[in-house]
């Protein structure tokens, strides 16, 4: 037996466990995406008094490597809108937006929130 011989059996038993790990990762994910889905379409729907407080984004940036000779690598971004609204009894939650209600939002605004477990669906501006 040759020393690079358990080398050479290893690696496939090394690749399939990587392997197996990965797909146990997609299916946990999976399986908690539809959690969340279905735990936000059990809940009530709500429309409460509140205020927006914060407003944050996170840029998410990709590389694309490009596999073919004199091709350069891309770069990608994406933003994600997150707003924080404060209820009259103090308790605050934090939403994802879309970017347009993101825009159409300031701190400081004071509305009717419409939302179904952490599923953001409205918030409705009240005139000064």
Known sequence: ????????????????????????????NTGKGI??????????RLSVPA??????????RHT????????HDSISSSTSYY?????ESGDR?????????????AEGDRGKLTFQGTRYLGFERLRA
């Open 93 to 105: 939650t934090e939403f994802k937006v879309s970017g347009s209600e993101y825009g159409q939002l």
């Open 83 to 87: 707003v924080t609204f404060e209820f």
């Open 35 to 44: 959690s969340q889905w279905k735990k936000n379409e059990d809940s009530p």
């Open 64 to 71: 694309h490597h490009q596999t073919e000779p004199h091709h």
């Open 51 to 60: 205020i927006v407080k914060t407003k944050r984004t996170h840029v998410s």
């Open 1 to 28: 037996m040759y020393p690079g011989d358990a080398m050479f059996n290893i690696v496939p038993i090394i690749v399939m466990i990587g392997f197996v790990v990965v797909i146990a990762l997609v299916i946990i």
